[in-house]
């Protein structure tokens, strides 16, 4: 029998906790159907600050409970769970819905990926994971769905980045001259770019372009990546404030 445990759904400090407010704030909604609750309660703590509302489930019987009594916009689900596969739940809910499914899960071999995609699901993203990515993920797609107008172009002096395509390009006169640019490399500019002229420790960068590999990775890792894309990007746009972090000095613009 299942345990009757409580279900975080997302109201720490949140003005829309009450409910005349909630369609004045008109909160999307997602589910996260995770067993991991330190991964569960981060992964959710990140969501909120993007301003979504969220519902915690640990397991398929709570997520199913969850789904039938809120509307959520969104599903992100792992594979492994204590009470049954994440797969067969994503099948239960495509009967019904056609909500947007993502899966989060360590199962990374093309097998898996290819079961995760004839369930049903839209998306695919394999353990350990970027919280970047995510965000940009769950960002995309809701921005979609709610009809808003998606931005494909951010603007810094000369840097053209694309997110995306995950593409950028050094505007040289009449010309674009791609980047050359690593997956983390890539990332980091990225981030940088959405914050323009706010000073990001080095405790951020591991947390939104590492995510849980942050925790494992070398001390040298973000300065020699920051260095590494520096020296590409050519006009000083990332300065290294001694002993806080590093800023992207360059006004940046979407078009």
């Keep these: 029998m299942e345990k009757n445990i409580p279900l ?70 792992d594979i492994n769970l204590p009470d049954g596969s994440g797969l067969d739940f994503c099948q239960s809910i495509r009967k019904k819905s056609r909500v947007y499914f993502l899966f989060l899960t360590a199962l990374d071999q093309e097998v898996d990926i290819v079961s995760g995609y004839q369930a049903g699901a839209d998306d695919y993203i394999t353990k350990p994971f970027s919280l970047m990515v995510l965000v940009s993920k769950v960002r995309a797609f809701l921005r979609r769905a709610s009809g808003g107008e998606e931005k494909e172009l951010l603007v810094s002096g000369e840097i053209r980045l694309f997110p995306s395509r995950m593409k950028a390009f050094r505007q040289e006169g009449q010309q674009q001259v791609p980047l050359t640019l690593s997956k983390k490399e890539m990332q980091l500019l990225l981030y940088f770019m959405e914050n323009p002229g706010q000073i990001i420790s080095k405790e951020q960068i ?10 494992f990775v070398d001390d040298n890792t973000v300065p020699v990546n920051i260095s590494r894309l520096k020296a590409k990007l050519g006009n000083p746009y990332i300065e290294n404030i001694r002993g806080m972090g590093y800023i992207w000095t360059k006004e940046c613009r979407k078009e």
């Design 8 to 77: 975080y759904t997302g109201t720490f400090f949140r003005p829309w906790e009450k409910r005349e407010n909630r369609e004045k704030y008109n909160m999307q909604k997602i589910l996260l159907l995770e067993d991991d609750r330190n991964l569960n309660r981060g992964i959710t703590l990140t969501l909120e600050r993007e301003g979504y509302q969220m519902f915690s489930a640990f397991s398929a019987a709570q997520g199913e409970r969850l789904f039938e009594e809120q509307q959520v916009d969104l599903v992100i689900c």
């Design 206 to 215: 591991l947390e939104h372009v590492w995510g849980l590999e942050g925790q």
